[in-house]
Nanobody
Framework: VQLQASGGGLVQAGGSLTLSCAASGTIFSIVDMGWYRQAPGKERELVASIAGGGNTNYADSVKGRFTISRDNAKNTVNLQMNSLKPEDTAVYYC???????????????WGQGTQVTVSS
């Protein structure tokens, strides 16, 4: 299984970006998908996650500004980021729990990370 993340870049404060992450390979089911971020000198933190049934979870710092969504048919997860702030600057990673077969246990996979830089 591979995760390919895209959509990062440089944007001014108040702007928007959309991150996408596509899972490929032997996939029976994707249990959940999410986005994490890590700023320089800080620990990696959860930004948002979405379960198979569609339940979402957001960090307090992004509630009302970011929206996570998934396309089960395409095995993708998107993160729409609006009203970006300089403190949103970080490397963003997608993470999923995937069942390779109906009899396997879920494994964790991480994407390669994509840089988001918000200028003031």
């Amino acid at each position: 299984v591979q995760l390919q993340a895209s959509g990062g870049g440089l944007v001014q404060a108040g702007g928007s970006l959309t991150l996408s992450c596509a899972a490929s390979g032997t996939i029976f089911s994707i249990v959940d998908m999410g986005w994490y971020r890590q700023a320089p000198g800080k620990e990696r933190e959860l930004v948002a996650s979405i379960a198979g049934g569609g339940n979402t979870n957001y960090a307090d710092s992004v509630k009302g500004r970011f929206t996570i969504s998934r396309d089960n048919a395409k095995n993708t997860v998107n993160l729409q980021m609006n009203s970006l702030k300089p403190e949103d600057t970080a490397v963003y990673y997608c993470k999923t729990h995937i069942l390779a077969t109906a009899l396997s246990t879920a494994r964790v996979y991480w994407g390669q990370g994509t840089q988001v830089t918000v200028s003031s």
